[in-house]
């Protein structure tokens, strides 16, 4: 029989290992968007983490910073990021997504560097980039650079862009990811932080192919896609085209991230896992 102590110790430990498993549904989003990259025939997918401060979101996304194909900025302008452009064209390296952790640092300049920016990604997110001219520098890539984003922003200042997003169609270039944590989740948090189990936190690094993958999808598990398109479509009074192809190519990246060639519904139920949170309803995160 367990006494008192050893209950408490053992709920405890349980609260411990479920708050993990629900910072792990952020972090396998922005694996399986890392994993995009690598699907042949499709762009890389785009991710949009919105929560309050203190929530997460930067750390959870520094945690992949030192992938191979990763363009990585605190703070950038359409100068700056041709800049790195232009250099990692110059040495052959791939740029599959840039990172952002924290895009309250963009959207902090003054109006016209804001929407210079926004538009400079709005265009790379969507056509891609094969001639760049911008302050002096221009150069022909050779070969459209098709890259996405992962970023994230507090809930307050996502509200307040929201409209002008939708309107210029960035909003729809990228999958939201929003989420809240219940009054136990932060009491949980808490004792964690007290104990210092963030010093224990390491990087994630990801096995990616040398070349891409083509990955199928059976039309009968794409369908199953189809709630999650007509919510956020209507949520955003959009068609949801762009959001139904970024779906599908996230199921493509779980698969690939297995080390399979064809989608199966354990990769639907995998990805399934997540979406409930990709919409801008901040759901509890469970």
Known sequence: MFNSVSVILIESILKEVENMVKMDKLQNMIKYTLWTAYIKGERPTSLLIIAQPEAGKTSS???FSENEGIVYFNDITPWGLTKEIYKLNELGKPINHLIIPDLLNILSKNQTSEAGMIQFLNTGLEEGLTKIKTYGIEFNVGKTIKFGLITAITDEVFNDKRRRWRNIGF???MIPFSFKYSISDIFNIVESIKKQEYHNENNIKLDFPKELKEIQLDYN????????RV??????QIY?????????????????????????????NDLMACLNYCNTNHNFIQ
């Open 221 to 228: 598990i794409a369908s199953k896609l189809d709630p999650y």
């Open 61 to 63: 996304i520094e945690k």
């Open 231 to 236: 919510s956020f479509a209507e949520a955003e």
């Open 240 to 268: 949801g085209f762009r959001f139904q192809k970024q779906l599908q190519t996230l199921l493509k990246a779980v698969a690939l991230s297995k080390g399979k060639d064809k989608v199966e519904e354990e990769d639907l």
């Open 171 to 173: 909003l729809s270039r």
